[in-house]
């Protein structure tokens, strides 16, 4: 019997993610059924389907769309001028405590009206896009107050009407103790737990709450205060831990059952573990790791000696990680960290959609969104091997071609 779909593509070799023994999950002479956005069928090429649209693929290859699980794209100004210090031999954490850093993005983030900051946004955001993301988490925390935290996630929600992507909010309030809170960082994480939590819960502006549990940050007692007002709204749980220092905020994430743990150098192997019992994706964030300096590489053979799923972002933010390239963090991910090509793909595919809490997204499958990229390659680890030298032939979210 003859099936009618909306969208058959034709034609392609897949890299479809899933789980069936060939690397990357492979499906060779390959089509793709879409309906109402979702894929009906993938498989082998056969005449049982008919489509409202056809496309051929001419034997390219089709991967999931990208999916940037860890950005901080929203924020005013810039950090060009502490760049500048830091290459005068001061660290990124003296230039935080003397009132630089997160707090000074605060400051311009505060002052930038909606309109400059949702105008700087979309440029980042198109960036990314260009090389085939189709999903990009945005984290608040440069607005600290209600008022901006509110702003911000309010740009991300506007984001999604002005480019073809789909975005996952995530409140970060947890990010720095504001100036209006300075020496009392307790009575701020109270107004985060009892007056943002409830009020971005009640208003659904974002899906997780996320954390940057170090010493200059929040302890894992404040994260834990926020991760246990987190979960009596609903929210899921997300955190920067161990990127400068082992406070083992990754265990304590991983014990709310956190979606992610995201930088982890400092994370001592034997607490990896934890993560695999939890269900915990690693993010890693190779950009930051390259801007900072970093040494300290997180500990990818007891990752994959548990079997923990790792995924690969940007970290995109004006202070640690001015990087709006995922597949260079791809590639940055192999060199640094040793990823392999595959583990790096995965890794802004499946995992990406594991750590933030999506399962219908990340893989090419029946049953999942029709968030698709066309490459023109030979095979798919050259999109982690070349250095700006890709970019999708065609793309689709949720069965349309944008
Ligand atoms: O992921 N670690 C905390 N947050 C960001 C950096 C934010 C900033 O420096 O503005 C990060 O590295
Ligand atoms: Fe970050």
Redesign the pocket.
């Known amino acids: 019997m003859v099936k009618h779909c909306e969208l058959l593509i034709k034609n392609v070799r897949i890299a479809s993610m899933q789980d069936n023994n060939r690397p990357y999950g492979s499906i060779e002479n390959a089509m793709l059924a879409i309906s109402d956005g979702v894929i009906e069928y993938v498989g082998e090429n056969s005449q049982t389907f008919t489509g409202d649209q056809c496309y051929d693929g001419q034997n390219s290859w089709m991967l999931p769309g990208l999916i940037d699980c860890?950005t901080?794209l929203i924020?005013g100004g810039n950090?060009a001028t502490e760049f500048e210090k830091r290459l005068q031999g001061l660290s990124?954490t003296e230039i935080?405590q003397q009132g630089g850093?997160?707090q000074s993005?605060v400051n311009a983030t505060r002052k930038a009206s909606k309109a400059q900051l949702l105008a700087s946004a979309i440029k980042r955001a198109a960036r990314l896009l260009e090389e085939g993301v189709t999903c990009i988490e945005i984290k608040s925390?440069?607005g600290l107050d209600l008022d901006t935290e509110i702003k911000m996630l309010e740009i991300a929600r506007e984001l999604e009407q002005q480019l073809p992507v789909n975005i996952i909010a995530t409140y970060?309030g947890a990010?720095t103790v504001p100036a209006e809170y300075k020496d009392k960082p307790d009575d701020y994480v109270t107004f985060i737990c009892q007056q943002v939590i409830p009020e971005i819960a009640r208003r659904k502006l974002a899906v997780a709450v996320d954390v940057?549990c170090?010493s200059i940050?929040f302890s894992p007692q404040q994260c834990e205060r926020v991760f246990i007002a987190a979960k009596q709204h609903g929210l899921g749980i997300k955190a920067?831990v161990e990127?400068l220092s082992d406070l083992k905020g990754a265990k304590l994430a991983a014990d709310f059952g956190a979606w992610s743990v995201?930088?982890i150098e400092y994370l001592e192997p034997s607490d990896v573990a934890a993560l695999k019992d939890a269900g915990t994706v690693a993010v890693l964030?190779p950009g930051?790791f390259y801007f900072l300096n970093e040494t300290k590489k997180p500990p990818v053979a007891a990752l994959r000696e548990h079997k923990v799923p790792m995924a690969v972002a940007t970290?995109l933010?004006?202070?640690?990680?001015p990087l709006a390239s995922l597949l260079t963090a791809m590639n940055m991910a192999s060199v640094f960290f040793g990823l392999t090509p595959e583990e790096a793909l995965r890794g802004t595919t499946v995992n990406a959609a594991r750590a933030l809490g999506l399962t219908n997204k990340g893989k090419i499958e029946q049953g999942m969104d029709a968030d698709l990229c066309l490459w023109d390659i030979e095979h798919p680890s050259e999109l982690v091997y070349g250095i700006n030298h890709n970019r999708p032939s065609a793309i689709w979210l949720r069965g349309q071609h944008v």
């Open positions: 860890h901080h924020y950090r990124y935080a850093g997160i993005t925390g440069y970060l990010h940057f170090e940050g920067h990127q995201d930088h964030l930051a970290d933010n004006p202070g640690s990680s």
